[in-house]
């Protein structure tokens, strides 16, 4: 392993995810093309689903919000040069900028001066998890905008339980309505305090979409959600149509006995993510996309 390896793969993970959607989520839209009612909704989806196949074919990003670029990091306890990984992902993340390219996307909010280059304070965000061994795995998540302004965080009152959350996420849902350019996947996270509850919701969107949620009680509580938000109407890019949904990912963390945090987090259609994992010896495993390599 090295820092060129761990740069090299990073740049190769924010290209592929702008371009190539990762299968599970281009199998949901299809099925989701496939099972639409509405004329406007299949013409919406149909329209998603040209524009994937238009992007795959010209290697061009496949919307014009390239979003604001986080890492995942697992980062094996005995990986080596674990020091140097930030600053390859920062140097990654330039060049994309530069090559792909990518839409700059960072600016301060203070001086309102763009970066041009993606870079700046927490940017790129960069979510560091221990675990035993000695590789590195990866994961490239590019959010747009428009998902992420729909984000919902609300500490709901301890008595309502799963029934306030339900409600909650119904109302985020209804309120964001076109705005995350559905059909979306939700991040769903309940617990902790209001950070964790926020972090946990955009790391489960990192979940493929037809991948069931190991714990049974939180698999049923997905599909009921599921279930509930795609009965709004509000459909494809809000313009309706049974489809507002394609996924909702739960996750959770204990809370404080007087606290109910709730946080939705949403991933617009083009759920923009790329994993990858490289080993001590720096062979590389590209785990979302293989067949693109
Ligand atoms: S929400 Fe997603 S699809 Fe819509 S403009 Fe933003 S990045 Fe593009």
Redesign the pocket.
């Known amino acids: 392993m090295s820092s060129r390896i761990i740069e090299s793969v990073a740049f190769n993970l924010i290209r592929t995810a702008v371009i190539y959607l990762p299968e599970d989520v281009k199998h949901v839209l299809e099925k989701a093309y496939a099972e639409e009612t509405s004329n406007i909704g299949k013409t919406q989806l149909k329209a998603i689903l040209d524009n994937i196949k238009l992007a795959e074919k010209q290697q061009a990003p496949m919307?014009?919000?390239t979003?604001t670029i986080t890492f995942y990091v697992k980062a094996g306890s005995k990986a080596k040069i674990l020091e140097n990984v930030e600053a390859a992902l920062v140097n990654a993340t330039r060049k994309a900028t530069r090559e792909i390219p990518l839409r700059p996307n960072a600016v301060n909010p203070f001086t309102e001066k763009n970066s041009d280059d993606n870079i700046g304070r927490f940017t790129p965000n960069i979510h560091w998890e221990i675990v035993q061994g000695d590789s590195l795995e990866l994961t490239v998540v590019t959010k747009?905008?428009?998902?992420e302004n729909a984000s919902a965080l609300g500490m709901l009152n301890p008595s309502e339980g799963i029934k306030g959350l339900k409600r909650f996420v119904g109302d985020a849902v209804i309120r964001a309505g076109a705005q995350?350019?559905p059909p979306t996947i939700l991040g769903v996270a309940v617990g902790g305090g209001a950070d964790v509850a926020m972090k946990l919701a955009k790391r489960a969107l990192v979940r493929p979409v037809n991948q069931a949620n190991p714990d049974p009680a939180l698999a049923s509580l997905e599909r009921e959600i599921l279930e509930a938000v795609n009965m709004t109407g509000i459909g494809p890019m809000g313009l309706g149509g049974k489809t507002t949904v394609l996924g909702v990912h739960v996750d959770y963390a204990y809370r404080h006995p007087a606290s109910f945090p709730a946080a939705v987090a949403f991933s617009?259609?083009?759920d923009r993510r790329a994993s990858a994992r490289v080993s001590a010896e720096g062979e590389v495993e590209y785990l979302t996309h293989r067949e693109r390599r």
């Open positions: 919307c014009q919000d979003g747009g905008g428009g998902s995350p350019c617009c259609w083009a």
